[in-house]
């Protein structure tokens, strides 16, 4: 047993080499990152990079976002998972340029400006277009101003000083050029069909622009009267005899727009679905049916249909099945048919027809098809000739004129509620007999994502691209088609991570529709082009394609922006004298924001020195739902321009959900702002967050996840503060050869030469958080709680010996390592411990690369042996806790315990100071049988550890327990430090 020093015993603390740093362990990230920020300027650091000669170049594209508010959570993760993408690659001896950019034009903008309008009593249109995109201008560069600062402060590297913007005068010229070679290539044309439009914004919307909410809408069961049954000839003489006809017969349809109902042309059936005949036997006192009444209703929906008109089940009958033939050789009447004051509107036949978006989940099995308002109404209608109404105006209203409902309004000027136009044809319907049944119901409907308000399926006069039409540019090598050349570069030549994103896109380019590119608007690129006056749209010479006058309109947008368009005398000095005026009329339309978007590749890759060879990026990496946005638009644009994909690689994030896995939403009041986060804990956390998340699938953020993330941090730190301190004591010594180092720096050596293969392998696999978890679990695991509790002794306590020279030469290239691999992902902390070790005006890890792996390091053998020692310590370990647990001992060096194991292992055992390893004063090892009381840890086969005192005395200054203490020259030490102690 040991017994405590006496009072007057020599202090030999001051002989020590402690750790030494001002390295401090509160790292005071909020109001130390400013400096560091303003440090990197100062230095020109991106731009030194960018002076590194002889580097392959690797560009990540930025996917731009809209001009228009603060950043929120989801930007934060966006902008830092690039920019870790961005420097992972420099350090990994890349040159590795990031030019961010903004999306300047939109509804986005343009409805901001809308709003203060609207607040001020002010007319949009009446307001001159070209100071209204003066002002949706100045808005835009205001909110860049804004975000660069915001994406500054959290650490992201980037050409800012010169972004990408995309109204700027050579990103509109270059938009306009990719449009016109659209037309060139003859893509381009005018059609008229169904699109997504927004009454409250006046303007197609794209799919993206779109979000599904939830509201109450009105259903209607409709009474379409059979006016050619069977048993009357068809157009070809067929007669169909068949006496289950006979009877007032209606086929039923449902609808939840009974708005549509107007523009009503024929009815569609399920070809696979069961029709039958059901009489009307019965009504209650309030019903707007009347027994024997007849309606033709799919059998699995029979029931609920005749429910909803208020029938119970004796109250009707089934009388018969309708074969699929005979529904084909139907002709109703529309519903509205002889109302008087119509002037003839709907005397029209309304016949069936086989369609295979018919199914029985819900309503009649019939579906009323209007041309004008739905996808596969205008597929039915193309099919089978069907006359295009266009009964709806712009604003959502019935055009005047209309017999009932002119005027009349789907929704509410502000679209937060209906407008008359339901209420209107649901009560015509009542008069005219022709409503069956009504129900408020909920359904989930597309919305637009700016105003919040419903959207509608519109037949508008648009222009499109058509992506199965051969495209005549000659870059044939992946397909002749849009649609041919996307799917190639999907499954040819983009790597996708995850996986799951090529089937996301590869479904979404398969099954689309033309591109509509135009858009009723004033702020963005317009479709600089002409038309000739009253030609129709499929007449050859219908849009002027004359490379002189696209010349001059470039050249005009190159210098004075996409504004030139609308300024007086416009057309005239456009098409010069080749031309007359007066023979063409001037597209206004503006380009769908996503062609802005999609054309980057050109004006930023292919057009600017930090560009790229070939104009295709290395990596895009942006959020799921740019499957249908950015990554769609850009292989669309791509694919139409340049003959294939603009991108090698598609990186895809999920959402940021709060802790309880809610989505966010400010009217919860659970969002969590990212200046909030740098504000309490400092970008460096914020990005570490990032690093720790599985960021390809949806993930959480939350006070108590971050501080975890914090905990996770300080950790870390401790780590880094352990070698600082350290390697302060590096100057004079020399370095350890790792041949001639002991078996224990050679292993940690293995380790960072496995660790620098999962690093770049990480990095490259875009894999964050495995980067972070082996390198996390490096520090805390092998070296804090191992390596370094190990070597504290020798380090502390030892004089010139070799031991204590490679434990420096060993933290010295892990400082070197730790904070290069680090850097990407916390790049304030990495700098704080770089400039710790390497002070200096033009010091930075940011100028750095990784350091190149040593061959030599790699010992698979020896890393065998030392899994094996490291479980037998864990035994030995054990049994000391328990010493300690029951005040046995208070300190481990007051330990000689004996370990019994078998002969194979205590042979790896023989050739190491296993004391040292175990961390105590003095350690036997046997092969001999251990008695039944020692301790034995879980899964430790063959290893039992008995507990023994260590002889002697305590040295006074290492501690340790030892025989040979006060044998010295130095009163109260061990041999060894009497050596260190000069004796």
Known sequence: M???????????????????????????????????????????????????????????????????GNLHIGHALNKTLKDIVVRSHQMMGYDSPYVPGWDCHGLPIEWKIEEKYRKKGRDKDAVDVVEFRRECREFADHWVGVQRDEFQRLGITGNWADPYLTMAHHAEAVIAGEFLKFVENGLVYQGSKPVMWSPVEKTALAEAEVEYHDRQVDAVWVAFNIVRPVGTANDNGVVYEDIRWTGNAKVVI????????????????????????????????????????????????????LSAMRLDTDMWRYRSDVPQEQLAQIVCAHPLRGAEGADGEWDFDVPLLPGDHVTDDAGTGFVHTAPSHGDDDYQIGLKHGLPMTHNVEVDGSFREGLPFFG????????????????????????????????????????????????V????????????????????????????KRALTSIDKLVEWTPKTGRNRLYSMIEARPDWVLS?????????AMFTKAG????????????????????????????????????????????????????????????FDSGSTHAFVLRDREDGTEDGIADVYLEGTDQHRGWFHSSMLQGCGTKGRAPYKAVVTHGFTMDEKGMKMSKSIGNTIAPQDIVGQYGADILRLWVAQVDYTADHRIGPEILKGVADSYRRLRNTLRFILGNVAHLDGVEPADPLEMPE??????????????????????????????????????????FYFDIRKDALYCDGDSLRRRSALTVLDILHRRLTAWLAPILPFTMEEVWLERFPGDGSSIHLEDFPEPRPGWRDGALAE???????????????????????????????????????????????????????????????????????????????????????????????KVLPDVGHHGHDGVCGRCDGALGG
């Open 744 to 785: 224990l720096e050679r292993w940690v050596l293995h380790r960072l030469s496995e660790l620098d293969e999962v690093v770049r392998d990480g990095y490259r696999r875009f894999d964050f958080s495995g980067v972070w978890t082996a390198i996390f679990q490096f520090a805390t695991v092998d070296l804090s709680a």
């Open 2 to 68: 040991t017994t405590d020093a006496p009072d007057n015993a020599p202090d030999y603390k001051d002989t020590l080499n402690l750790p030494q740093t001002d390295f401090p362990m509160r790292a005071g990230l909020p109001k130390r990152e400013p400096a560091w920020l303003a440090r990197w300027q100062e230095m020109g650091i991106y731009d030194r990079l960018r002076e590194k000669e002889g580097r392959e170049r690797f560009v990540l594209h930025d996917g731009p976002p809209y001009a228009n």
């Open 456 to 483: 509608i399926r519109l037949n508008r006069p648009q222009w499109f691209a058509a992506i199965d039409r051969e495209v005549g540019d000659g870059q044939d090598t992946y397909g002749d088609t849009i649609r």
């Open 865 to 959: 042996k030392w899994a094996k020692v490291r479980a037998v310590r864990r035994v030995v370990t054990g049994a000391l806790e328990v010493a300690r647990r029951d005040k046995v001992i208070g300190a481990s060096l007051e330990a000689a315990p004996i370990v019994h194991i078998d002969g194979t292992t205590k042979a790896l055992l023989d050739d190491l100071p296993f004391d040292d390893i175990c961390i105590v004063s003095g350690i036997t090892v046997t092969d001999a049988p251990a008695p039944d009381d020692a301790f034995r840890g879980e899964g430790s086969d063959g290893v039992a550890v008995v507990f023994a005192h260590a002889e002697g005395g305590k040295c006074l200054r290492c501690w």
């Open 519 to 527: 858009r009723q608007r004033a702020w963005g690129v317009p479709l």
């Open 535 to 594: 030609a129709k749209p499929d007449d050859p010479d219908f849009i002027l394609n004359d490379p002189a006058v696209n010349a001059r309109i470039l050249d005009a947008f190159e210098a004075e922006g996409a504004d030139a368009w609308y300024q007086p005398g416009a057309k005239a000095r456009f098409l010069g004298n080749d031309h007359d005026p007066d023979a063409y009329e001037q597209v206004f339309d503006i380009l769908d924001v996503w």
């Open 254 to 305: 449902w609808t939840t727009t009974p708005w549509t109902l107007p523009s009503n042309h024929a009815i569609c059936f399920g070809p696979d679905i069961k029709y039958g005949i059901y009489e009307v036997t019965g009504t209650p006192d309030e019903c707007w049916v009347n027994v024997g009444d007849v309606f033709v209703i799919a059998d699995k929906l029979a029931s609920d249909a």
């Open 407 to 454: 005027g009349q309004y789907i929704l509410s000027r502000d679209g937060k509620k209906p407008g008359g136009a339901n209420k209107a044809v649901i009560d015509k319907l009542v008069e005219m007999g022709a409503l069956l049944a009504r129900k408020r119901i909920t359904i989930s409907d597309a919305h637009s994502w700016r105003s919040k308000a419903p």
